[in-house]
């Protein structure tokens, strides 16, 4: 017998991407269910060569269920996922809502599977923000080799991370542009987003940084090392999918570019592609649809003792979101963690 796995919000972006991640890596799925609000119910869904239709989250009985994926949002996975974690499920949250909670962890298979242990206090284990997790990829072999002091990073992230509304209003802008006649409207996004470049994603905290810039910050720390100083500013920038990353790292030890290299080339769910030459990197619209998060660029950093910068690129749908859940579930699986439903 496999398993049994619900999937929260299976009408949004990430919701309908995960359900295409279970089926593309044959998770041991003995049954899916799709899972949405009220005024969902019915909608269908594609789950491989299958169609799905949506059921009611409010009257769904998560008893015999063992993984819920939750992509519905802070509000909903706050109401529900301690509800849905006291029957036994594992809730794998997609939202900011759990991340800074101390007794969920907060998880990136490649960098920190062990923090899994401590899932059962509340069954509830946390996906980090979608730009913290190609950072921290990145990061993790590095600072394993040389010890990570300080990050600067300046993100350049597509508009599919704020939702199929922000995709719409890039889509729609973009069109105006074009046709005579047509107004250009600006409502998800607080300035006109196509052809343009917005330094704000979410809110701006007391200290005039963003809330994203900050989820950044915490985040790392959490996942990578409390010690670790690091500075973000956060850009929304007019690419419907694929999150960029400039990153800047002073090391406590020397490593040199192409050490550097060599050891990102062996590091898991990473691929390099540096050559120094027109065209001999990445950008997100080749990473779009891909698993691995992608480093070029790979560069000293002549400002400081101990530095280099890359360029980091990945699908902020996929490893940003779905793909990560997926393979948290698949952690607690090969580590023999969770047992299959009755």
């Not at 594609?46 to 509000?75: H, I, P, Q, V």
């Not at 990153?247 to 040199?256: G, L």
Request: include cysteine; charge should be negative; glycine fraction near 8%.
């Amino acid at each position: 017998m496999g398993y049994k796995v619900a999937v929260v919000g299976a009408t949004g972006n990430v919701g309908r991407e995960m359900l295409e991640v279970l089926a593309d890596r044959k998770f041991p799925a003995d049954e899916v269910v799709a899972l949405a609000s009220r005024r969902s119910i019915g909608v269908e869904v594609s789950y491989g060569e299958k169609t799905l239709k949506c059921r009611d989250l409010e009257t769904f009985d998560f008893k015999g269920t063992n993984f819920c994926l939750m992509s519905a949002g802070s509000g909903v996975s706050k109401e529900w996922s301690p509800k849905i974690g006291a029957t036994g499920c594992i809730v794998i949250d997609n939202s900011s809502c759990w991340r800074y909670d101390p007794d969920v962890p907060l998880v990136v298979p490649e960098v920190n599977p062990d923090a899994l242990a401590g899932y059962s206090k509340m069954n509830i284990i946390a996906n980090p923000n979608c730009s913290t997790i190609q950072l921290v990829v990145a990061l993790k072999p590095l600072h394993d080799r040389a010890k990570i002091k300080r990050v600067v990073v300046a993100t350049y992230q597509s508009v599919s991370g704020a939702g199929k509304e922000a995709m719409d209003e890039l889509w729609s802008q973009t069109k105006g542009k074009y046709v005579p006649g047509q107004e250009v409207k600006s409502s998800k996004f607080p300035k006109e987003i196509a052809f343009n470049c917005i330094p704000q994603i979410d809110v701006f905290m007391e200290d005039g940084y963003t809330k994203e810039e900050w989820k950044m910050m915490v985040e790392t720390k959490k996942i990578l090392d409390p010690a670790i100083k690091l500075t973000a500013t956060c850009v929304r920038v007019p690419v419907f999918v694929g999150h960029s990353e400039a990153v800047t790292i002073e090391f406590e030890r020397e490593i040199e570019p192409e050490e550097a290299r060599e050891i990102l080339r062996d590091a898991p769910g990473i691929s390099v592609v540096d050559k120094r030459e027109p065209g001999g990197y990445v950008t997100p619209t080749e990473c779009a649809g891909e698993y691995d998060t992608f480093v070029s660029r790979i560069r000293a950093d002549s400002t400081v003792d101990n530095g280099l910068s890359m360029w980091v690129v990945s699908d902020n749908l996929l490893k940003g979101a779905a793909l990560n859940t997926i393979q948290i579930a698949e952690t607690l699986i090969a580590r023999g963690m969770i047992k299959k439903a009755a």
